[in-house]
């Protein structure tokens, strides 16, 4: 039903054509590889999506860009009944673009239509109840609310960070097919045109309770290719150019006026086996794949030597057991595991990357490559965004899948990741050690002593790294063209905050 509503985004889609390509002086232009098809936050998440819609719809909780949580609308918190409620105070004063107050029942909202039935049924799925174990959302007065949930969960705070808060006046009477292409809330930005896969174009907020932007107006223009996003940069056609390779590094220091903007990341990058595919459920299988990739190779010959492997599935080292390494480049032992598990070497392995993934494409090759040189029938296959997604989230891709995960090295949501269920878990790791994972994720879920869960996280880790759900890849740079008007630099997370930029003076 999701299909049918995006079939109808181009109805309500916002008209107008795209005024001046070239920047002006109060207008920052941003070319990113790809904008979403639609913007409901019920359906489907993405951080493509996520980039637009938290310049216009505000955060209960928020990230700065070293990780650090912070309270936003919901000013700060309490447990209480067990620690099964968290009760949360809503900063006073605050409104929607429309006007409507930011209030707990206004707020409540958000929530109810998370539960829509309507919405449900047309294939809504945010993912927030499932992660929290979600009971019940309770106005206490005009600026209190308590979120319970089934279990004790010390992740509902982080959590919130991807809860969008939307405007009730709007929301209430929007039709499907309407909410699909209008974002409405209360954010530093609004949006004033949305072309789906297009473009996006904001306006300031002057009322913003944290402070007006210093940039009044923003386009943000879907530019695929890496070397039309650098051009548009040199032409000054735009202001940034996001997405970018560590080869471009070069090219961008070699243009006058324009700065190399770089953030090591948390995000992690790995291979997703489909292990409801018989031929991927014995784990010597994928140890094999692990062992058969010479990433030092890649590294100097697609990452100039930025990149920084994964040991497991963690966004940094914090509580990792520093005696754990990275799988080592072992071509003879992968080819005895494979031998070992029977492996069919010449059924085809598909590696799904999504057509959005910029300079990860490459790399997606280069392991086919490697993983030819063995004699598995590997081929890297090019999936457009909107298709990869739901590949994804339907668990229907074949061999395996490329994603980019997001993360600031909270260990327990790192964990995550490997929740029964959960959207971006697309691996059907079912066994019995993927139960054992799951039980002590379950646990660790309801600690919220640190030190306990540093113990448990190691743990965790060595259970990942034995049965390997992932080719565990690497973390990435965010590199990014900026125009030296502008004072801006990536996060660690790759998320975007418009309202962070500002004009050099």
């Known amino acids: 039903m999701f299909a049918l509503i995006a079939s109808m985004v181009g109805l309500f889609a916002t008209s107008g054509a795209l005024a001046q390509s070239t920047p002006s002086h109060d207008t920052l232009v941003v070319a990113v590889p790809s904008l979403p098809p639609e913007l409901d936050p019920d359906f489907g998440e993405s951080g493509v999506k996520g980039n637009v819609l938290r310049q216009t719809l505000d955060l209960p909780t928020w990230y700065d860009h070293r990780g650090v949580l912070h309270g936003w609308v919901f000013e700060s918190w309490e447990l209480i009944n067990d620690d099964l409620t968290w009760r949360f105070t809503i900063r006073e004063g605050l409104t929607f673009h429309s006007g409507t107050p930011v209030n707990a029942e206004t707020v409540k909202f958000t929530f109810d239509r998370m539960f829509d039935d309507e919405l449900l049924a047309l294939g809504a799925n945010n993912q927030f109840p499932h992660r929290v174990g979600l009971v019940d959302v309770e106005v206490v007065d005009d600026y209190v609310l308590d979120i319970t949930t089934e279990e004790p969960n010390s992740l509902v705070t982080a959590r919130l960070y991807v809860v969008y808060l939307v405007d009730p006046a709007f929301y209430s009477e929007a039709s499907p097919a309407e909410a699909a292409t209008n974002a409405r809330g209360g954010g530093p930005y609004e949006i004033v045109a949305f072309v789906p896969d297009d473009y996006v174009e904001f306006v300031r907020n002057d009322d913003y309770w944290n402070g007006a932007p210093d940039i009044e107006r923003i386009v943000v223009r879907a530019v695929p290719e890496r070397s039309s996003r650098i051009a548009m940069l040199e032409t000054g056609e ?6 970018l390779g560590p080869d471009d590094i070069a090219i961008l220091e070699s243009i006058p006026g324009v700065n190399v903007a770089a953030t090591e ?3 992690r990058i790995g291979l997703h086996f489909n292990q409801a595919e018989a031929r991927f459920q014995d784990k010597r299988v994928r140890q094999a794949f692990n ?7 890649i590294n100097e010959t697609l990452l100039y030597g930025l990149g920084s492997r994964l040991k497991t599935y963690r966004g940094t080292d914090v509580c990792s057991d520093p005696a754990l390494e990275p799988y080592a480049y072992d071509p003879e032992r992968a080819l005895a595991l494979l031998d070992e598990a029977g492996f069919p070497m010449d059924e ?3 590696l799904h990357v999504g057509g959005h993934a910029g300079h990860r494409i490459q790399v997606v090759q280069a392991i086919a490559s490697q993983l030819a040189r063995l004699g598995i029938n590997a081929r890297a ?3 457009e965004a909107s298709v990869w997604t739901q590949l994804i989230g339907n668990r229907s891709f074949e061999g395996m899948v490329e994603i980019d995960l997001g993360g600031r090295g909270v260990p327990t949501q790192d964990a995550a990741v490997f929740k029964f269920g959960g959207f971006w878990n697309p691996t059907s790791w079912e ?12 646990v660790m879920e309801t600690v919220f002593d640190p030190d306990v869960v540093c113990d448990m996280t190691k743990d965790l880790e060595a259970l990942a790294y034995e049965h390997a759900p992932w080719l565990f890849l690497y973390h990435p740079l965010e590199i990014a063209g900026v125009n030296e008007r502008v004072v801006w630099a ?4 790759a998320q975007l905050f418009w309202w962070t930029a500002s004009w050099a003076r």
């Open 381 to 383: 296959q090019i999936t």
């Open 490 to 493: 990536p996060r660690i997370d």
């Open 291 to 297: 062992y058969a990739i010479d990433f030092d190779e």
């Open 431 to 442: 066994d019995e050690a993927a139960h054992e994972f799951n039980a002590m994720l379950d």
């Open 265 to 267: 990341s948390s995000r």
């Open 348 to 350: 085809e392995v598909l």
């Open 238 to 243: 735009v202001d940034i150019a996001l997405d």
